[in-house]
């Protein structure tokens, strides 16, 4: 081993590269909010192969000094900061004067520059880290960088980057992503002489939705609009149907800058829980705004993790701001009228049968779910059965018409899917299938309800009016359930018996390791007080820092589904009847408590497409 030496500054800008460069779209993504910094407002990308062989960025910004330009690829130069307070408080984008050296290390850059005072403008090269002479250049007021061959003297770097399809794909997020935002600027990037987004200095958020989302999207997004002087809160929303399993159509944003937070995640997620299916991440764009100072961004070179300092305010305000919304919306309940209304009662379509069809699970413009989707079941289901295998009738194609029928057939053969109408089951105009769904025609079509998902969000509107109106009214129990845990989990318990009061449930200590429950909420008859105990066990665990709001909120998710009936159990006349008018005329009946679908819609567009009648 040799003997400790000082590194070459070339190589140390190089592997200051590694945290700042990853990709070319490391490389837009800091000369555009560079330019954003710098008051543009027209900013355009040009790429060749992806960025991998050319990445070309101009703006109409402030332009940088002829004197400045060799100070500003160099490392740790900037001129957004200038004293050690002034990290406490970042209003810019940039800040850490780490881009521009850390690019020149690793391509071949040429800067082109004129301010607004100059009569001529100034050009520079780097090439890889060898930085050349300033020379007089015309040029228009604003920058313009020119990067070519990005890692091609770092073979190692540059064997990790992917097709350049791949490649321009990322590059053209990140200019979307902070097109949305910075409303004011015109953003436009092509890839090899293709305009692949643009978006004019006039568009409002709404056209720069649609020019990331789509137009289709977005004409049916949510407007969210809360003022406050702690924190002010932005967004647009997309229709439950949008919704995928990745986070790639959510962006969050901070003062302009976009973050990637799981604990923001986390919170989107708690806030849409009862609008979009579990496991799913709706189609949103959010905006934060915050003081400088009660957040921290010096948190990693890429600048796109941040920390708060009053934590507990702004997850509270996002979760509580899109539930709030989200449940005044006309998504929160269906079109074609209550769950107890009879097709008589039931208000038109307006011309339903005539729209397009969407995705499986996905909702119409009418505000209800489009399609046939795979339909809700419990995951505490008692028994499982084998439910009809329904699909998209847009879906059905090359002879799955006779496919769908045959398989049907072949259930009701086996007794599993009884296609008459069963005289204790079904109430009023409904049909129920597998003692789990309800059939009913609607105006424009058929209805779908599953009982299990109506009844938890049943139970869960009724739980919150009594919760709301003083306290769960509770039924106490002749013999108390006597539950055994250990010590540390029956103390954990104990310390949340208020809580837990509040919601109808008492509990208290039988020796040193049984719990026994003395009282359950009265409306709930169907709730077992031993997998309750495992319940509150599981949520006390997982919340363990949370709010007392937050567990009563997670037992009442729980305490919903467990008091429902479930998929498969035979419901008599009475008390179905008995459901379906506590469930007409919900704040939401649109999902449950876990965001699966309460009642999907077969249009007759569905139907005749399916019978290729269309």
Known sequence: MSRIHKLDPIVVDQIAAGEVVERPASVVKELVENAIDAGATSIEVILLEGGIRRIEVRDNGIGIHRDELLLAVTSHATSKL?????????????FRGEALASIASVSRLEVISRTANSNAGASLKVDFGRVGEVRDAAAAKGTRFIIDDLFAE?????KFLKRASTEAGHCTAWVERLALVHEG?????????????????????????????GANIADRMLAIDKPSDVLSCTARIGP??????????????????????????????????????????????????????RVDVNVHPQKTEVRFRDERIVFGTVVSTLRQCLAASDWATRAVGGIG?????SPSFGGISGLPPTSGGG??????????????TSAGSSRDFPAPSWQRADDLRDGAAGQLQEHLAQQATDGNLPLQPDPDAGAGDFLSIANTFLFRPVPGGVEIIDQHAL???????????????????????????????SRIELELLLGLKDTFLKLGVDIDAFGETTLAIRGVPARLQRLHPEKLVMDLLEIATDNRAASPEKIQEEMLFSMSCRGAVMAGDHVDR????????????LPQDRTCAHGRPVRIMLTLEDLERAFFRR
């Open 574 to 585: 009475a008390a179905l009847e008995s459901l379906l008018k506590r469930g007409a005329n």
């Open 455 to 485: 009844h938890e969000r049943v139970n869960l509107e009724e739980l919150r009016k009594e919760i709301r109106e003083g306290q769960v009214v509770m039924q106490p129990l002749l013999v108390p359930a006597l539950v055994d845990l």
């Open 185 to 213: 600027i015109a953003f436009r990037i092509e890839n090899d002489n293709r305009v692949v987004f643009e978006v004019r200095a006039d568009d409002d958020l709404t056209a720069r939705c649609a020019a990331v989302f």
């Open 363 to 376: 909702a119409s413009s009418s505000g209800g779910f489009a399609g046939a989707g795979t339909a809700s």
């Open 341 to 345: 209304s009879s097709v008589a009662e």
């Open 82 to 94: 200038s004293a050690p307070s002034d990290l406490e408080a970042i209003a810019s984008l940039g």
């Open 240 to 293: 439950p149907e949008t919704a995928r399993r990745d986070a790639r159509r959510v962006h969050l944003f901070l003062n302009g800058r976009w973050v990637r937070d799981a604990r923001l995640l986390r919170a989107v997620r708690e806030g849409v829980r009862e609008f979009v299916p579990v496991g799913h991440y709706p189609t949103l764009f959010l905006q934060l705004h915050v003081a400088p100072e």
């Open 154 to 158: 770092l073979p190692a770097r540059r």
